[in-house]
């Protein structure tokens, strides 16, 4: 097993033509702050042709795939206090980390287990297939907590599992349980608690035995048909981000939870 650099808020390791990108962020719910969201992009883009690699799974920790983002980052707590290039700046990093992981010629793999939150949700969507361990619980709270929902996922849900189920999650913010998200075919492979870092490795082992070139072609070929307009409808949603963050609604949803008075919070 080789490391492939030195990392603050992942772990990198490869084994054979396989890829394994560990959330390590040091957060109690494995958030995503700035530094992380750099440190995903520089690794996308070091290995986006890398033709060693055949599968690149993602996963995060035990009990939670990831909470989403950390909005105790002051950069999120308090925006306002950046000048306007930074915070637009700011704002389209979790897109960018997303477009950067969607470009790796490999196929990826999330493996996910326990809660998969907001941004995280976002960045699962990115990659090409899904395993949830039946603890997992899919969640995206930012339209509740005033905020739109950005990282140009919404074009990539509503591409997988439609429009009406894609507002049922962003719009309503309903948890979406293993089952569910394995029965609205945004999730590819059940796997037991536990087991769904296991499971995405067999599924890795697969495309490791498939022909490395004709793989990524037909991979190219399916994003190609799938994100044709995907940029053109959401290229401002980061704007829109920016928008939100001046609205009471986002002062009092990022407040709420900070203070632990979100209804939803359960140690997020």
Known sequence: MTDHGAYRHITVDQTGTIMVVTLATGHKANALCFDTMNEMVTLANSVAEDTSISAVVLTGQPIVFTGGMNLSDPNVVSPQELDLPERRRGAALGAKMCRAWESIEAVTIAAIEGPCVGGGVALALALDLRVC????????????????????????????????????????????????????????????????????????????????????????????????????VSYMDADQLLLTQHSDDYIEGITSYLEKRDPEYKGK
């Open 133 to 232: 361990a039946d603890n997992a619980v899919i969640y995206v709270p930012e339209v509740a907590r005033g905020m739109n929902m950005s990282w140009q996922s919404v074009p990539r849900s509503v591409s997988l599992i439609g429009p009406a189920r894609t507002k049922r999650m962003f719009l309503l913010a309903e948890q979406v349980s293993a089952q569910t998200a394995i029965d609205w075919g945004w999730a590819d492979y059940p796997a037991t608690s536990g087991s769904a870092l296991e499971s995405a490795l067999g599924v890795a082992a697969q495309v490791e035995k498939m022909p490395s070139i004709a793989t990524r072609m037909c991979k190219q070929s399916i994003n190609v048909a799938t994100n044709a307009l995907h940029h053109a």
